[in-house]
Antibody, heavy 123, light 110 residues
Framework: VRLLESGGDLVQPGGSLRLSCAAS????????MTWVRQAPGKGLEWVST????????YSADSVKGRFTISRDNSKKTLYLQMNSLRAEDTAVYYC?????????????????WGQGTTVTVSS | QSALTQVASVSGSPGQSITISCTGT?????????VSWYQHHPGKAPKLMIY???NRPSGGSNRFSGSKSGNTASLTISGLQAEDEADYYC??????????FGGGTKLTVL
């Protein structure tokens, strides 16, 4: 079971970036998926979650209207489209698999995490 | 949504037991039995230690246990080992259908 994030980069304030998370070793379409970030010197912060198959999404107020979570179950890949980036979005971004299979079980917890991809927003 | 409250640091000697608390409100920790705990070694992926307040994931160590009383959840680590030294985070479901993490607790094994 593995998650591999990619797409992190240095981007200017106001810019855009798309993160990807490739899944392997489990039935990707069977689980809700989540993005979590950690800013330098700070704690973990929940960013966004998407249901396994319904496509329903949830996002933190800090990113609502700027970030969009999506998934392609045929490609076993999770995405995070990040627009209007700000300095405070600088962080390591992790994708994570929810521990319980099915739609709308995201609140149980996340049992598989990627190694993270670094996003730096700076001019 | 404000972060859940965790003490910044705790410490213990090998073999001892320690408890890390996580305080929220009736809109998160107190309102739902959906609290999870994560161990995070800097530079590595976080690891799920407890979910659903007191359930261990498959293959999880039985030295880790969770509980909840009112608006406060707790993680207890028994038989402390050097490798337990890490940052620990609680996470709860909220009435807004979001998730919220605690600020994190740094565990030092003396």
């Amino acid at each position: 079971v593995r998650l591999l994030e990619s797409g992190g980069d240095l981007v200017q304030p106001g810019g855009s970036l798309r993160l990807s998370c490739a899944a392997s070793g489990f039935t990707f379409s069977g689980y809700d998926m989540t993005w979590v970030r950690q800013a330098p010197g700070k704690g973990l912060e929940w960013v966004s979650t998407i249901h396994a198959t319904t496509g329903r999404t949830y996002s933190a107020d800090s990113v609502k209207g700027r970030f969009t979570i999506s998934r392609d179950n045929s490609k076993k890949t999770l995405y995070l489209q990040m627009n209007s980036l700000r300095a405070e979005d600088t962080a390591v971004y992790y994708c994570a698999k929810v521990v319980v299979a099915g739609n709308n079980y995201y609140y149980y917890g996340m049992d598989v995490w990627g190694q993270g991809t670094t996003v730096t927003v700076s001019s | 949504q404000s972060a859940l409250t965790q003490v910044a640091s705790v410490s213990g000697s090998p073999g001892q037991s320690i408890t890390i608390s996580c305080t929220g409100t009736s809109s998160d920790v107190g309102g739902y039995n959906y609290v999870s705990w994560y161990q995070h070694h800097p530079g590595k992926a976080p690891k799920l230690m407890i979910y659903d307040v007191n359930n261990r994931p498959s293959g999880g160590s039985n030295r880790f246990s969770g509980s909840k009383s009112g608006n406060t959840a707790s993680l207890t680590i028994s038989g402390l080992q050097a490798e337990d030294e890490a940052d620990y985070y609680c996470c709860s479901y909220t009435s807004s259908s979001t998730l919220v993490f605690g600020g994190g607790t740094k565990l030092t094994v003396l």
